[in-house]
């Protein structure tokens, strides 16, 4: 009876290191508040907060193991974004952020992913805004490594790439009709945090905090599950439909 009772934990614990790893990436964070709203929301507080229920949610699936680059209010670098999710062997990144556009009437969600080039004049101004998160840091981290600028070329592996353009598609298809989305939902751009070569990503501008409807909605924590619910539902179609040639390890 002793060794039944050691070998359930073992292999549990066999069970979870075997399901797919979900990286959440909450925008921003520490002494970077990301986007301000007129009346004073950071944008890191709205990030941190889907974040972990986002977590949550897909925790209580079962199916996935679940990390997350920050869990608290702390600043960290988008190089360690990067590496953060390489370490954890990640087998999908989402990275959780507010837009801020020019035009107040703009409003919606967007959903962003890797190219060397901008699809348009939209996305490579969220994604230079996104990229200068670094200056927090200082001279001697801004940026991002040789070593992870020089990936780029890596990224035109057809599994990476196909694999990010399947999750945006599966968040699109998930938001439609239920949470508001700006016009051509998914753009792409040159972000330095969706640069693994290895794992598929997407960078997810929930809504516009310049925008007076988007951030009453992106307040409200009824909104901010919605968020979390329909993110979990994209990720869970990803998986069933299209694994990045890696193989479904679904649990369930």
């Given at each position: 009876m002793?060794?039944?009772?050691?070998a359930?934990?073992?292999?549990?614990?066999?069970?979870?290191?075997?399901?797919?790893?979900?990286m959440?990436?909450?925008?921003?964070?520490?002494?970077?508040?990301?986007?301000?709203?007129a009346?004073?929301?950071?944008?890191?507080t709205?990030?941190?907060?889907?974040g972990?229920?986002?977590?949550?949610?897909?925790?209580?699936?079962?199916?996935?193991?679940?990390e997350?680059t920050?869990?608290?209010d702390?600043?960290?670098?988008?190089?360690?974004?990067?590496?953060?999710?390489?370490a954890?062997?990640?087998?999908l990144?989402?990275?959780?952020?507010?837009?801020?556009?020019?035009?107040?009437?703009?409003?919606?969600?967007?959903?962003?992913?890797?190219?060397?080039?901008?699809?348009d004049?939209?996305?490579?101004?969220?994604a230079?805004?996104?990229?200068?998160?670094?200056?927090?840091?200082?001279?001697?981290?801004?940026?991002v490594?040789?070593?992870?600028?020089?990936?780029?070329?890596?990224?035109?592996?057809?599994?990476?790439?196909?694999?990010?353009?399947?999750?945006?598609?599966?968040?699109?298809?998930?938001?439609?009709?239920?949470?508001?989305?700006?016009?051509?939902p998914?753009?792409?751009?040159n972000?330095?945090?969706l640069?693994?070569?290895?794992?598929?990503?997407?960078?997810?501008?929930?809504?516009?905090?310049?925008?007076?409807?988007?951030?009453?909605?992106?307040?409200?924590?009824?909104?901010?599950?919605?968020?979390?619910d329909r993110?979990?539902?994209s990720?869970?179609?990803?998986f069933?439909n299209?694994?990045?040639?890696?193989?479904?390890?679904?649990?369930?």
């Amino acid at each position: 009876m002793a060794a039944i009772g050691l070998a359930a934990p073992a292999q549990a614990r066999l069970v979870t290191k075997n399901l797919p790893v979900v990286m959440i990436d909450p925008g921003h964070g520490g002494m970077d508040p990301g986007t301000i709203a007129a009346d004073g929301l950071f944008e890191k507080t709205i990030t941190l907060a889907t974040g972990h229920l986002l977590y949550r949610a897909l925790s209580r699936t079962g199916r996935y193991r679940v990390e997350m680059t920050r869990s608290t209010d702390v600043y960290v670098t988008l190089e360690g974004r990067v590496a953060g999710a390489t370490a954890a062997k990640a087998d999908l990144f989402l990275s959780l952020h507010c837009d801020h556009l020019p035009e107040a009437d703009l409003r919606g969600a967007s959903i962003f992913t890797l190219s060397s080039t901008a699809s348009d004049r939209l996305a490579a101004g969220v994604a230079a805004d996104e990229n200068s998160a670094d200056r927090f840091a200082g001279p001697h981290f801004s940026g991002v490594s040789p070593q992870v600028a020089g990936i780029l070329a890596s990224l035109e592996t057809r599994a990476t790439r196909v694999g990010s353009a399947t999750l945006a598609q599966d968040i699109q298809r998930s938001f439609t009709g239920v949470v508001p989305l700006l016009p051509d939902p998914h753009r792409s751009a040159n972000f330095a945090v969706l640069r693994d070569p290895s794992t598929p990503s997407a960078l997810m501008e929930m809504g516009c905090l310049s925008n007076p409807l988007d951030e009453r909605l992106l307040r409200s924590p009824s909104h901010q599950q919605l968020v979390a619910d329909r993110l979990t539902t994209s990720i869970d179609a990803y998986f069933a439909n299209y694994s990045g040639g890696r193989g479904l390890r679904m649990a369930g």
